[in-house]
């Protein structure tokens, strides 16, 4: 729900050379952590009158929506 942290934190591991999820170990351990990049495919804000639950709710749906678009075999 924070993507600036977010963003730091993958700014962070890619400049350790770790890897961020364990579903792409084996990618990095064979690329190296600079051919990964961060992408953000669409930026939402919690509206004022939405609940945190509601916007996290909202956000598993677009996540879904997203998820339905990519080959699951080679999604992280």
Same mark, same amino acid.
Request: glycine share 4%; aromatic share 12%; proline share 3%.
């Given at each position: 729900?924070?993507?600036?942290?977010?963003?730091?934190?993958?700014?962070?591991?890619?400049?350790?050379?770790?890897?961020?999820?364990?579903?792409?170990?084996?990618?990095? #351990? %064979?690329?190296? /952590?600079?051919?990964?990049?961060?992408?953000? +495919?669409?930026?939402? !804000?919690? #509206? %004022?009158?939405? /609940?945190?639950?509601?916007?996290?709710?909202? +956000?598993?749906?677009? !996540?879904?929506?997203?998820?339905?678009?990519?080959?699951?075999?080679?999604?992280?």
């Amino acid at each position: 729900m924070d993507l600036p942290s977010f963003r730091n934190r993958f700014n962070f591991n890619r400049r350790m050379n770790s890897c961020l999820h364990p579903k792409m170990q084996k990618d990095h #351990k %064979e690329y190296g /952590s600079e051919v990964f990049e961060l992408e953000i +495919l669409e930026e939402v !804000e919690k #509206k %004022e009158e939405e /609940s945190a639950m509601g916007f996290r709710d909202g +956000l598993k749906r677009l !996540e879904t929506a997203w998820a339905e678009k990519f080959d699951r075999e080679k999604a992280y």
